[in-house]
């Protein structure tokens, strides 16, 4: 089985405010009030919830880079 090399990350406006991302390869999801925040939330997620993970068993390579998409409707 070939490793995926990367997760992707949709970040989107939240229903109230701030930013919600998830990424649905691993089932993570964070929120955040600012963009810069949401990426920085996002990041450490990742890492806590691959912490504790075999990437491999996921389809993963060791580290995979997350490939953030932002769907902000004006």
């Known amino acids: 089985m070939e490793l ?5 990350a ?4 939240g229903e109230q405010q701030g ?3 998830e990424c649905p390869e691993i ?3 964070t929120q955040g009030k600012s963009k810069e925040e949401i990426v920085s939330h996002l990041q ?8 504790d993970e075999d990437p491999t068993e996921l389809g993963l390579v ?13």
């Open 27 to 29: 089932n993570v999801v």
């Open 44 to 51: 450490e997620a990742v890492a806590l919830y691959l912490e």
């Open 19 to 21: 930013y919600v991302a």
């Open 62 to 74: 060791a580290q995979p880079t997350v490939i953030f998409t932002f769907d902000l409707q004006p």
């Open 4 to 8: 995926i090399n990367y997760i992707t």
């Open 10 to 13: 949709q970040i989107r406006r």
